[in-house]
């Protein structure tokens, strides 16, 4: 873990201290791709999320692991070309992509296992988690549209909607598989 980190807009270098929960989310144009320096901008939301569950972790306010890699497998879909899948897909829109690390950094702890993250036929970004019999999935088209999926083989439940709408039953299936193991 790096001891600081550079905020893209200025290219101050910010210690682990000064690094603030309260930090307004600095935007990307579409040009440019994920960076390391996006850690800084994008991560606010999922500290938001913790300071207002009230679960701390470390007594810092360094984002975990699973964000760089998270940036580093948005980064790789980023580059994939036209056709990448042989079938005339496009590329994986930087609006899906960006939207996608906004999404984890919000339904994600600490601690939790990074999804397997897929480019989809229609230039959209997949996270998906499987644990035993229960698959849970979140998708993001390049129109910025977010929906949600699960099931558990288990129970025969499952439940296909926008995030937005979540119940309940999907929000305890993502805490299960997102588990570290």
Excluded: C
Excluded at 20 to 38: F, I, K, Y
Excluded at 58 to 69: A, E, F, G, H, I
Excluded at 112 to 139: H, K, Y
Aim: proline share 7%; charged share 15%.
């Amino acid at each position: 873990m790096p001891d600081s980190a550079t905020y893209k807009e200025t290219g101050a270098e910010l210690s682990r201290r000064e690094w603030r929960w309260s930090m307004q989310t600095a935007g990307l144009s579409a040009s440019e791709t994920l960076s390391g320096n996006v850690i800084v901008s994008a991560y606010p939301s999922m500290l938001s999320f913790v300071y207002s569950t009230g679960f701390g972790f470390m007594n810092t306010y360094w984002p975990p692991t699973w964000v760089s890699q998270a940036v580093g497998e948005l980064n790789e879909l980023l580059s994939l070309p036209q056709n990448w899948d042989t079938y005339g897909a496009p590329p994986v829109s930087y609006d899906a992509a960006e939207l996608s690390l906004h999404v984890l950094t919000s339904v994600m702890r600490p601690q939790s296992r990074l999804p397997r993250i897929e480019p989809t036929a229609s230039g959209g970004v997949s996270l998906e988690w499987f644990r035993n019999a229960v698959e849970v999935a979140i998708d993001v088209t390049p129109s910025r549209q977010v929906t949600a999926f699960f099931t558990n083989r288990h129970t025969g439940e499952n439940w296909e909607g926008e995030l937005s709408e979540a119940p309940a039953r999907f929000w305890h299936e993502l805490v299960i598989v997102s588990q570290a193991s």
